[in-house]
């Protein structure tokens, strides 16, 4: 079984575009996680003008990194496949907000696996803000595949 | 109707919610290519595939998966599957 930061190590992400701090915990139903959202980010400047708050895109992207991609190399290493140069594309998202992001604000990601078949995997996902409000709550589904030849 | 019919009926109905291309559905027949013709992407037939299970109470193995390219395929499968329960 691989342990969390292996996990991290295993994303196809860097920065600028990581969005992932810590994983908390693991299982085949579900994975959760965590990130703070950076003041220096470069979005910042310009979402909104003087009035930083972290674009619906990126949340959902963060959701996306922690509760699809995060849990599918897991699942995927799980299941005997490799996960070197593993490749995810996304392929679906319906996202509902609740609450505003602000810069230097950290979040929680929960996701729970709908199902896992045919290297598609969809799950409903949840973010909360520190004060464990929820932020945003929706499916998101891609396909997974281990590196072709 | 035939039970060819029946079942093609039965499938539209299933697909109906994925499909991309109005035309094709409408005239959705045996030889309908799901990616071609309803341009149902293949995230998306994976969820047609798991809805076939559910209202067949049948199982797809991945050899099955790769092989459901038409209707005519899905009618094979599903059949073959009904017939092993």
């Known amino acids: ?149 | 109707m035939s039970e060819k019919d029946k079942m093609i009926e039965e499938l539209k109905l299933i697909v109906k919610p994925y499909i991309q291309d109005e035309k094709g559905f409408e005239e959705m027949h045996e030889g309908t290519d799901f990616i071609n013709d309803l341009k149902i992407n293949s995230a998306n037939l994976v969820d047609v595939i798991l809805d076939i299970e559910d209202k067949y109470d049948i199982i797809f193995d991945n050899d099955s998966m790769d092989k459901m390219l038409n209707v005519k395929a899905a009618l094979e499968i599903i059949n073959q599957k009904v017939s092993e329960k």
Do not use: W
């Open chain 1, 1 to 149: 079984m691989m342990n969390l930061k292996e996990i991290i190590a295993k994303l196809p992400y860097e920065k600028p575009f990581l969005f992932v701090d810590d994983l908390i915990e693991v299982t085949e139903n579900g994975i959760s996680g965590t990130y703070t959202f950076h003041e220096n980010h470069d979005f910042y400047k310009g979402h909104f003008k003087n009035n930083p708050v972290t674009p619906g895109v990126i949340l959902t992207e963060t959701m996306a990194q922690i509760g699809l991609v995060s849990f599918g190399i897991y699942l995927m290493n799980e299941a005997g496949e490799s996960i070197d140069g593993i490749q995810i594309a996304l392929t679906s998202t319906e996202i509902d907000f609740f609450k505003p992001v602000f810069s230097n604000e950290k979040v929680l990601v929960k996701s729970e696996k709908d199902y896992f078949r045919f290297n598609k995997l969809k799950c409903n996902v949840e973010m909360f803000n520190a004060k464990e409000e929820l932020v945003c709550r929706g499916k998101i589904a891609g396909m997974i595949a281990g590196k072709t030849n």
